[in-house]
């Protein structure tokens, strides 16, 4: 009967707890400062919203980065904090993958580019090349995501030379 008067953090999703507020030109802009935004108010939900946060905020970083608007120096300091969070969080595959989705969801609701490959062709991009100086459109950004990921699906680009 008074169910809504449960704190149930379970049902809680990432989208509900970020307010769409900012109004900024680029795509990762926009989700990397309405995270941060609710940063303080996702902290006390579970470790699960948590994981979910700290996967958004580090494609992000990835994306800005790549895009030109993050130094390395930004790009390295939200990878370690995706570290920090991801060790005081489960460390379970399960959970990781369940906060990635979370993550996922939540991008999605800015543009619906943001897809499960999507994102990891934008980490690969950031952790495996040097990023040239200059600013990139989300246009040209996403143009050069997609390129990338289909060479590394036509075998273009091997993941052994990613992971080196």
């Known amino acids: 009967m008074f169910n809504f008067l449960k704190n149930n953090n379970q049902s809680m999703k990432l989208v509900d707890l970020v307010p769409k ?4 030109e680029l795509l990762f802009d926009r989700i990397n400062a309405d995270l941060g935004s609710a940063s303080d108010e996702i ?3 579970s470790k699960e919203m948590h994981m979910a946060y700290a996967y ?10 790549i895009q030109g608007y993050f130094s390395y120096d930004d790009y390295d300091y939200v990878e370690s904090m995706f570290k920090a969070i991801s060790m005081e969080t489960e460390p379970s595959v399960a959970f990781q993958e369940k906060a990635f989705r979370e993550s996922i969801d939540f991008m999605k609701t800015y543009n ?7 994102v990891k062709w934008i980490d690969a991009i950031a952790k495996n090349f040097k990023i040239p100086p200059g600013h990139l459109s989300d246009g040209m950004f996403i143009r050069l995501v997609i390129d990338f990921g289909h060479k590394l699906q036509s075998n273009e680009i091997s993941k052994f030379d990613l992971d080196r």
Not at 56 to 65: C, F, G, H, N
Not at 112 to 118: L, P, Q, R, V
């Open 21 to 24: 507020k900012s109004r900024g």
């Open 56 to 65: 958004a905020r580090a494609t992000s970083a990835s994306a800005l980065y």
């Open 112 to 118: 619906s580019i943001c897809t499960a490959n999507f």
């Open 43 to 45: 902290r006390m939900h």
